[in-house]
């Protein structure tokens, strides 16, 4: 508390990180930060922004955006080729999405970088966009980013691409509905995200794409369909039951709660995962998401 205080005295910022490297002696671990602060902030019923205190951010953005800090800062997200870091929410006074059509959330960093080196976000036959990534489940920070982004930019559509697979679902259910562990946290609000795949209705488009792809020999043909669906483990099955099991966090009519079910249900049924990243490695990637991108933004505008 007594650092809490003096941060928020100072008018600064600390890392759970640099706390713990600062006071090494005293917490032994960096899970013994990361636990105390979590509990403080809920005890007091706050947010550990309000406390001055933030985990290092996992996020990074790229595209058409300017960031506006507080301390007269301008970032523009379009400059850096390996993507600009998410700022911290409170450090942000305004955000412009110039003509930005849509906004990507991508579950893989690999595929993220990807995407970022051909400037898809860019080139896209969808129309100029905007990526972002938290490196798989997402963080606090980037959650909280994307709030504010929401909250000014209401009309730009917002997606997450992600894995067909249990973690996949489980990764979009965070980005849309937040998740109780944090359930005191301001920022753990729903945000309006779609889930734009992969879907169990792209399988057999993704085995096609790979059966063409590998059409050279018949032996890559049949590494590249083997690759594109893989069998599910035990502990994708007893995760995709953990999560049929417990209500997700929007009401009974909410569409994309549905849509969760069926998906989790056709997979337990086909047995079969599919990852975004088998198709960026065939060099499908841009082709699909143009598509994928063009049709969801055809029923939007």
Known sequence: MQLAHQAMTAGTILTKRHIYYQHQELFETQRVVDELVDDLAYTLDTDRDNLHITSSSKG?????????????????????????????????????????RWLLVVEKDAVFRSLVA???????????????????????????????????????????????????????????????????????VRINFGWLGIQSG????????????????????????????????????????????????????????????????IMLMLGTKAEIQFLDDSGDITHWLNNSLQKVLDIIY
């Open 60 to 100: 990074s953005v790229s595209g058409c955006m300017i960031i506006h800090l507080r301390s007269g800062e301008v970032v523009d997200a379009s400059e850096n080729e390996l993507g600009t870091a998410v700022p911290f929410s409170r450090s942000v006074s305004r955000i412009e999405v110039r003509d930005a």
């Open 202 to 265: 792209h399988l057999g488009t993704l085995h096609n794409n790979r059966l063409v792809s590998g059409a050279g020999s018949s032996a890559q043909t049949g590494v590249w369909s083997d690759n594109c669906l893989v069998n599910l483990t035990i502990r994708d099955r007893l995760c995709a039951f953990r999560m049929l099991r417990k209500s997700f966090y929007a009401g009974d009519g909410d569409f994309e709660q549905i849509l969760m079910r069926r998906e989790l249900q």
């Open 118 to 188: 051909v400037r898809f976000w860019e080139t896209s036959l969808a129309g100029s966009g905007i990526l972002v990534t938290a490196r798989g489940y997402p963080d606090l920070m980037t959650r909280s980013f994307l709030t504010k982004i929401e909250a000014e930019c209401p009309h730009l559509p917002m997606l997450v691409l992600s894995d067909f697979d249990p973690d996949g679902l489980s990764i979009f259910s965070c980005y849309r509905y937040g998740t109780t562990n944090f359930s005191h946290e301001s920022s753990n």
